[in-house]
């Protein structure tokens, strides 16, 4: 049996949250994953906005949400307070975090906090045409190696590594489902 998370719709059985720094692409990757299927709305207690979809990746049905820009689970900010508490208390089964490619060096440390939280999490290393532009190369093999973890080139404007993206994160669910099912017997 999958896992169902409680939500408007009963056949959303995963939830996929969108975390990364303001300005990187968050909301081009949540427009291109749930196209018109979007709620906006203010979390609960505040007045900043979280944007939540569904999408079809792979054969699973997911609740996508679009949080706050961040730049480190130790918030400062109300929308830094939003993003970890929904990281938290959401339990995703996914957690895609969004970097400007160009800036690598600087959007790392959330990347490895996300990682040192336990949280199931695919790099999706944004605006590779304009690092390319700019002739930075980065070897997202060796740094997936290093990290343990999918690192995924892609252009968003243009739609590169969509596909990839869905195919990953598709299996890490099919992965998760299987331990679910394997715990339940």
């Known amino acids: 049996m999958s896992r169902t998370h409680s939500d408007d719709s009963s056949n959303v059985t995963a939830r996929v949250v969108l975390v990364g720094s303001p300005n990187v692409g968050k909301s081009v990757l ?21 944007a939540r979809g569904q ?6 049905v997911c609740e996508v949400i679009d949080t706050p820009g961040m730049y480190s689970l130790s ?29 690598l060096n600087r959007m790392l440390s959330l990347t490895l906090q ?36 999918p690192v995924i080139p892609a252009s968003l404007i243009s739609g590169r590594g969509v596909e990839e993206l869905k195919n990953i994160v598709s299996e890490y669910l099919s992965a998760r489902q299987n331990r679910d099912l394997s715990s339940a017997d």
Do not use: C, W
């Open 30 to 50: 949540f427009n291109r994953l749930t196209g018109r299927y979007v709620v906006v709305s203010n979390y609960p207690g505040t007045t900043v906005e979280v």
């Open 55 to 60: 999408a079809r990746i792979g054969e699973t």
């Open 114 to 149: 996300l990682l040192e939280a336990g949280l199931p999490v695919v790099l999706l290393l944004n605006m590779m045409d304009e690092a390319d532009r700019l002739h930075l190369y980065i070897d997202h093999r060796a740094l997936a190696k290093r990290l343990g973890i």
């Open 75 to 103: 918030p400062i900010t109300e929308e830094e307070r939003v993003a970890r508490a929904l990281l938290l208390r959401e339990q995703p089964d996914v957690v895609i975090h969004v970097v400007d490619a160009k800036n």
